[in-house]
T-cell receptor
Framework: AQTVTQSQPEMSVQEAETVTLSCTYD???????LFWYKQPPSRQMILVIR??????QNATENRFSVNFQKAAKSFSLKISDSQLGDAAMYFC????????????FGAGTTVTVRA | DAGVTQSPTHLIKTRGQHVTLRCSPI?????VSWYQQVLGQGPQFIFQ???????GRGNFPDRFSARQFPNYSSELNVNALLLGDSALYLC?????????????FGSGTRLTVV
């Protein structure tokens, strides 16, 4: 079974600054998908960014970018120019290509943005 | 377009009771997944249904069951509720069972068992 580890329970960032969230995962598979989801107090999980393991290029979505290190099984999220609306719980998730029916989530990182 | 809708948003049940949670996927989406999120933890996979067939089941007891209807909406049923079943139950939908683009989640049902 794949395990996803987020070692930072909480992170705080000043508005307009940059914060990086860590995620590591354990798998024996060579092809898979990785995701970052944001969960604000409204509870709805919102997809922030996705990465396909066979692509070496790191994914970017506006102010959000990832650093995907396949050999190290690391998938960090960088939030640039942080905004107050970025405050939320962030979850890293893994999905296998072979057993593609489920997401395996980490425990999450709470991001606080200071004005 | 409406997103993934779940009902009810909150409910309180007593130990030993039964509960039914409901989910309507995004129009055109044929796959529905259920996740349990205990406070302070990441979501845990319970079930996935695609075209009314169960495609996958997580490590949950038989007290948990689900089904998908011809209109692709879904119900999650939990029997003989325990205090430990208190959690946020999330529903996610995708066009097919293979959500390469990720899943779209609803806002969840907060279940409290007393």
């Amino acid at each position: 079974a794949q395990t996803v580890t987020q070692s930072q329970p909480e992170m705080s960032v000043q508005e307009a600054e940059t914060v990086t969230l860590s995620c590591t995962y354990d798998t024996s598979e060579s092809d898979y998908y990785l995701f970052w989801y944001k969960q604000p107090p409204s509870r709805q999980m919102i997809l922030v960014i996705r990465q396909e393991a066979y692509k070496q290029q790191n994914a970017t979505e506006n102010r959000f970018s990832v650093n995907f290190q396949k050999a190290a099984k690391s998938f960090s999220l960088k939030i640039s120019d942080s905004q107050l609306g970025d405050a939320a719980m962030y979850f890293c998730a893994y999905r296998s290509v072979n057993n593609d029916y489920k997401l395996s989530f980490g425990a999450g990182t709470t991001v606080t943005v200071r004005a | 377009d409406a997103g993934v809708t779940q009902s009810p948003t909150h409910l309180i049940k007593t130990r030993g009771q039964h509960v039914t949670l409901r989910c309507s996927p995004i129009s055109g989406h044929k796959s529905v997944s259920w996740y349990q999120q205990v406070l302070g933890q990441g979501p845990q996979f319970i079930f996935q249904y695609y075209e009314k067939e169960e495609r996958g089941r997580g490590n949950f007891p038989d007290r948990f069951s689900a089904r998908q209807f011809p209109n692709y909406s879904s119900e999650l049923n939990v029997n003989a509720l325990l205090l430990g079943d208190s959690a946020l139950y999330l529903c996610a939908s995708s066009p097919t069972g293979q959500a390469r683009g990720g899943y779209t989640f609803g806002s969840g049902t907060r279940l409290t068992v007393v």
